[in-house]
């Protein structure tokens, strides 16, 4: 008799359980998103006294979610086409485009691959990844913060900073800040 009852809750117990699954959800299927090429870098570099602000804009790329939550990924940024967005744009544009700073004649793109995210809150990260930037392969490590990750799309932030050094930027040795103040606002669409 114990038998039968305990068989008979078991079963109550999964078709309650199975009652609320959606029979055409996929679990460990990854989702792939297309970057959104509305996605942006922002940067601020500075010097004593003074500062100027610039972007580039994510020419393409792709990042893979998993049950919600981002695994993976790698972005094109457009090098070529930044822009100074403060009164010096002008002046400045030129400058950064030449081989002293992005050299972007020998260099029009770079690269952000993830190569780990570790979730430290629901939607606070640390991502890792490797920078491609005028041809070096720079390991870079930073914060981020997903803000969506549904069948809306993607969306995230991220805000630190990087030494330009880094990067193969000696120009302005010290002029200039080697901080360079970065934020990513990286949206993406499946």
Same mark, same amino acid.
């Given at each position: 008799?114990?038998?039968?009852?305990?068989?008979?809750?078991?079963?109550?117990?999964?078709?309650?359980?199975?009652?609320?699954?959606?029979?055409?959800?996929?679990?460990?299927?990854?989702?792939?998103?297309?970057?959104?090429?509305?996605?942006?870098?922002?940067?601020?570099?500075?010097?004593?006294?003074?500062?100027?602000?610039?972007? =580039?804009?994510?020419?393409?790329?792709?990042?893979?979610?998993?049950?919600?939550?981002?695994?993976?990924?790698?972005?094109?940024?457009?090098?070529?086409?930044?822009?100074?967005?403060?009164? &010096?744009?002008?002046?400045?544009?030129?400058?950064?485009?030449?081989?002293?700073? =992005?050299?972007? /004649?020998? =260099?029009?793109?770079?690269?952000?691959?993830?190569?780990?995210?570790?979730?430290?809150?629901?939607? /606070?990260?640390?991502? *890792?990844?490797?920078?491609?930037? !005028?041809?070096?392969?720079?390991?870079?490590?930073?914060?981020?913060?997903?803000?969506? &990750?549904?069948?809306?799309?993607?969306? /995230?932030? *991220?805000?630190?900073?990087?030494?330009?050094?880094?990067?193969?930027? *000696?120009?302005? !040795?010290?002029?200039?800040?080697?901080?360079?103040?970065?934020?990513?606002?990286?949206? /993406?669409?499946?």
């Amino acid at each position: 008799m114990k038998k039968i009852i305990f068989t008979f809750s078991f079963a109550a117990v999964l078709a309650t359980t199975y009652s609320f699954v959606n029979p055409n959800q996929k679990f460990g299927e990854p989702t792939t998103y297309q970057v959104d090429t509305k996605s942006r870098v922002d940067f601020i570099g500075s010097k004593k006294g003074d500062f100027h602000p610039g972007t =580039f804009t994510v020419k393409s790329g792709s990042l893979t979610v998993d049950a919600g939550k981002l695994t993976g990924g790698k972005f094109v940024i457009d090098v070529v086409n930044l822009k100074v967005t403060d009164a &010096a744009a002008g002046r400045l544009d030129g400058h950064l485009k030449s081989p002293d700073f =992005f050299d972007v /004649a020998k =260099f029009p793109e770079a690269t952000f691959e993830i190569t780990s995210v570790k979730y430290v809150t629901e939607t /606070a990260t640390e991502i *890792a990844g490797s920078l491609n930037f !005028k041809g070096n392969n720079i390991p870079v490590k930073f914060p981020a913060y997903i803000r969506s &990750a549904d069948d809306k799309g993607f969306f /995230a932030q *991220a805000f630190f900073s990087l030494d330009k050094n880094l990067l193969g930027i *000696a120009y302005g !040795k010290g002029q200039l800040s080697d901080d360079v103040q970065i934020s990513v606002h990286l949206y /993406a669409k499946k």
